[in-house]
């Protein structure tokens, strides 16, 4: 009930590529869902975050997709650079009295120069 | 400060040792968060503090572990009688807790216990 589903576990884009990660939930009282990008050694970063009131956000080139009646959001990043290149972490989590996230298992990105 | 603030960055104790990790939050943020991340996974959920109280430690693993927020801001984490498995980074965020944005979490870097 409570997991996230991330896929793929792995990405390698060549750069200038889209770059395309998915996630799925199952707890339908998740109504936040945050994307981070994580590099080595570091703590998870905010990348960009949408409700379910809209199906689709866009911030620079990064995009959320999502589909609210199949339980599945998406990270779409356009013109991938090297710099992309880290883990990035889907997750879900409620605004009610469950503050917590319930993050995905990560994706590893890399973006050939 | 401008960010999560944890320290240590590491820390490398002995099986049956005490430790403590510290978080200093984003000034301001009444909620914080702790969430221990082992390689190659995402962070999973310990505890969440809202104020000084602690709103749900559902993911604390079991009595060995304890958390405190004694005046709403900085938070320990204590892990007792440390064990190899407790190896991991241990993950504190912090968000503002009410508004809008309440649920926006913002981390920092980690603390990194090892237990030899």
């Known amino acids: 009930q409570q997991q996230v589903k991330q896929s793929p576990q792995s990405l390698i884009v060549q750069k200038g590529g889209i770059s395309i990660i998915n996630c799925a939930y199952e707890?339908?009282?998740?109504?936040?869902f945050p994307w981070y990008q994580q590099f080595p050694g570091k703590g998870p970063a905010l990348l960009i975050a949408?409700?379910?009131?809209?199906s689709e956000k866009k911030e620079g080139r990064f995009t959320i997709s999502f589909n609210k009646s199949a339980k599945q959001f998406s990270l779409h990043i356009m013109d991938s650079q090297p710099g992309d290149s880290a883990t990035y972490f889907c997750?879900?989590?409620?605004?009610?009295?469950?503050?917590?996230?319930?993050f995905g298992s990560g994706t590893q990105l890399t973006v050939l120069p | 400060g401008a960010g999560v603030s944890q320290t240590p960055s590491n820390k490398v104790t002995e099986k049956g040792k005490y430790v403590e990790l510290r978080c200093d939050p984003i000034?301001?943020?009444?909620?914080l968060y702790w969430y221990r991340q082992s390689l190659g996974q995402g962070p999973e959920f310990l505890i969440y503090?809202?104020?000084?109280?602690?709103?749900?430690d559902s993911g604390l693993p079991n009595d060995r572990f304890f958390a405190v927020r004694p005046e709403g801001s900085v938070s320990t984490l204590k892990i007792q009688r440390t064990e190899r498995g407790d190896s991991a980074v241990y993950l504190c965020?912090?968000?503002?807790?009410?508004?809008?944005?309440?649920?926006?979490?913002?981390f920092g870097q980690g603390t990194r216990l090892t237990v030899v």
């Open positions: 949408i409700r379910p009131d809209v």
């Open positions: 000034s301001g943020h009444t909620a």
């Open positions: 997750a879900a989590g409620s605004s009610g009295s469950a503050r917590q996230l319930t």
């Open positions: 503090f809202q104020g000084t109280g602690a709103a749900d």
């Open positions: 965020a912090s968000s503002p807790g009410s508004g809008r944005k309440n649920t926006e979490a913002f």
């Open positions: 707890n339908t009282a998740f109504d936040y």
